[in-house]
């Protein structure tokens, strides 16, 4: 009696996996996404996943992999799995390098090669800062420089980053490593205010197309060859071989010349591929 009243109540966040249901989380989430998820990570998923708790009904996380694994809640409950377990962090103008570099040397390379609309891709765009740090850098040399034109594709695996991506509303705070006259042109109160949040302006949102798109799939149906690849700060989160594979299938969609940007801590380091560097984790694709 005693014991059970100085028990410590149960609370969601006494509630484990189980290591054999950790062990099968982990094993799907590689095979789907190719996120690695070490022991190490344990805490942060099952803190994540209890957010998936009330939404699919379960008591328990453990009951909550029973109900994934059921098989026939496979389908959307793995996409929604996936969007749990991403780390979405992100920013516009992250890493400014690459932006000086854009606008030093490869976007005057491209407009001397008479290249008339820059096709560029943000390969794992979050929830939106890079894409759109991407437009407000092509808009504005193109109109400087009376061109070239640009279309953005920005894709992610995460469907929740998407919809935040596609309505392209922020809190003020994030914009504000945009430099004051891009943030005069592009950025703009949205109809409804709420307080403290900034919408891109409508002409940049329709310069991006915005998809699903899981880096491991085995093609990537992205249309013609692009000038310009963004795939930052995701390799990370992969295995070396699945790293070599997904650049090697960037690389089948960049065009000759074409540039691939890689996030500050990743590399393509012996994967003997045909990429030349040419700025801090920057790499120009060789003719053939
Ligand atoms: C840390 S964010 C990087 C965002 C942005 N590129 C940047 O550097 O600021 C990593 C993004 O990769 C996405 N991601 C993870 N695995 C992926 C996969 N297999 N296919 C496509 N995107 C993936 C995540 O959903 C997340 O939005």
Excluded at 9 to 28: E, M, Q, V
Aim: aromatic letters at 8%; charged letters at 20%.
């Amino acid at each position: 009696m005693i014991a059970a009243a100085y028990a410590p109540s149960w609370s969601p966040h006494h509630d484990r996996l189980s290591a054999r249901n950790f062990t099968r989380l982990a094993d799907f989430v590689y095979e789907q996404a190719g996120i690695k998820l070490p022991d190490a990570k344990k805490t942060m998923v099952e803190g994540r996943l209890r957010r998936r708790l009330q939404a699919t009904g379960a008591d328990t996380l453990d009951a909550y992999c029973e109900h994934l694994f059921s098989g026939k809640n496979v389908g959307l409950e793995a996409r929604l799995l996936i969007n749990a377990v991403t780390t979405n962090k992100t920013d516009f103008f992250r890493e400014p390098a690459h932006f000086d570099f854009l606008v030093r040397t490869a976007l005057p390379a491209l407009a001397a090669k008479h290249v008339r609309t820059v096709r560029a891709w943000s390969a794992a765009c979050s929830t939106g800062p890079e894409p759109y740090t991407l437009a407000m850098v092509l808009d504005d040399y193109a109109r400087q420089h009376g061109g070239p034109d640009f279309g953005i594709l920005a894709t992610d695996i995460d469907t929740d980053v998407l919809a935040t991506a596609r309505a392209g509303i922020y809190p003020a705070d994030l914009l504000h490593p945009v430099p004051p006259a891009l943030h005069r042109a592009y950025v703009s109160l949205p109809r409804n205010p709420r307080r403290g949040e900034v919408r891109i302006v409508p002409r940049l949102r329709s310069a991006i197309g915005f998809a699903r798109l899981n880096l491991m799939d085995n093609a990537y149906p992205v249309g013609e060859p692009m000038h310009l690849i963004f795939c930052r700060n995701v390799l990370i989160y992969f295995d070396k071989p699945t790293q070599r594979s997904v650049v090697a299938r960037l690389l089948d969609c960049l065009a000759p010349e074409g540039y691939l940007f890689l996030g500050h801590s990743e590399s393509i380091q012996g994967m003997d591929l045909p990429l030349v560097p040419v700025g801090s984790t920057i790499f120009q694709r060789r003719l053939p």
